[in-house]
């Protein structure tokens, strides 16, 4: 197993995820990882480089991915995903990149929901996502707590993310047989009324993180970004982010209080799907995104080592055989 902090070196895959051991061991060389002989590679870095997926595809290494920068051919990904496909021919292997959103709520559960519907006007997905009950690690990085005019006037790490979102719309908008004409991007902001104090629980992935957002400061995103079709509106996605206490947010947000996706069709029949995990003997929603995210693709692994070599889209890969996930 690949890692990148050098005190991770030497110790057991399943030690570091809280787990018994299962006899892999973390290292930092990437040439080591290279020169094993294995059927696929799971890779799943914060940041992707196109130069290090290709290599293990020369080398005869499958590659699934639970996130990178590569689901589908538009103008922003097209030329990565033409080397990655180069190099999956060259090395007679496969590639095929999952996740949750991008990778499953924004583009193949809204095919699979469309096809009950008999006319389609527009779609709209919602991902919604709550700091104050879901602490993240990069809270600050997406500009929570930040001067407003700030925000807007500078670039800001989910506002920079929507070109990989449009590899989803335009996947969406090529199943219907169409062609994106161009995407627009909106953010409206939501400011604190009053200081907001947030702390990770202990099933967040920062536990005992703790901090203020100041009075006035940035406490909810709502970014939008839509797909354009013969010269009408025709996907948006929303990103909600938002902290817990709503009432103490201007304008206040109503965009219910816990970690979803929701998926709502505007046409005949009109229908709206709601993905979410189940609450707790508490009522506390979890957040299963990271697990969401990873199995996606991991369950796609035996797909993809027999597919033919290239790059898989949702569209080539189709529906893929799940196995060993009932184990009665």
Not at 88 to 102: D, K, M, Q, R, Y
Not at 137 to 157: I, Q, R, T, V, W
Not at 235 to 241: A, C, G, K, P, Q
Request: charged share 20%; net charge negative; proline share 7%.
């Amino acid at each position: 197993m690949l890692c990148n902090r050098p005190e991770k070196v030497g110790k057991d895959a399943g030690e570091l995820v809280g787990a018994a051991p299962i006899g892999v061991l973390a290292t930092t060389d990437k040439e080591a990882i290279e020169a094993l002989d294995a059927d696929c590679v799971f890779y799943a870095p914060l940041w992707s480089d196109p130069e290090e997926v290709c290599r293990l595809l020369r080398g005869g290494k499958n590659v699934v991915a639970s996130g990178g920068a590569w689901w589908y051919r538009t103008e922003h990904s097209k030329a990565d995903i033409d080397k990655i496909d180069a190099a999956c021919h060259e090395g007679g292997t496969s590639f095929h990149a999952g996740g949750i959103n991008p990778g499953f709520a924004g583009d193949l559960l809204v095919l699979t929901l469309a096809r009950i519907v008999s006319r389609i006007d527009a779609i709209h997905i919602y991902e919604v996502v709550n700091f104050g009950k879901d602490t993240l690690k990069y809270l600050h990085e997406m500009g929570m707590g930040s001067d407003p005019e700030e925000f807007l006037a500078g670039p800001n790490l989910l506002g920079n993310a929507w070109p990989l979102f449009a590899q989803s719309m335009a996947m969406v908008a090529d199943g219907f047989g169409k062609t994106v004409d161009k995407y627009t991007t909106d953010v409206e902001l939501g400011t604190a009324t009053r200081d907001i104090r947030y702390e990770g629980g202990p099933t967040s992935d920062m536990p005992g993180f703790k901090g203020v957002i100041k009075k006035g400061t940035v406490a909810s995103q709502h970014h939008k970004w839509t797909t354009w079709v013969d010269n009408k509106t025709f996907i948006t996605f929303h990103e909600m982010y938002t902290m817990d206490e709503y009432n103490a947010i201007e304008p206040q947000p109503d965009w219910g209080g816990h970690y979803h996706y929701r998926i709502v069709i505007e046409g005949d029949e009109p229908t709206e799907l709601i993905l979410q995990a189940p609450p707790d003997a508490q009522g506390n929603y979890p957040k299963p995104g990271y697990t969401w995210t990873a199995m996606g693709p991991a369950n796609a692994i035996p797909a993809v080592c027999d597919a033919p070599p290239g790059f898989l889209t949702h569209k080539e890969l189709g529906l893929v055989p799940l196995r060993g996930l009932v184990r009665l």
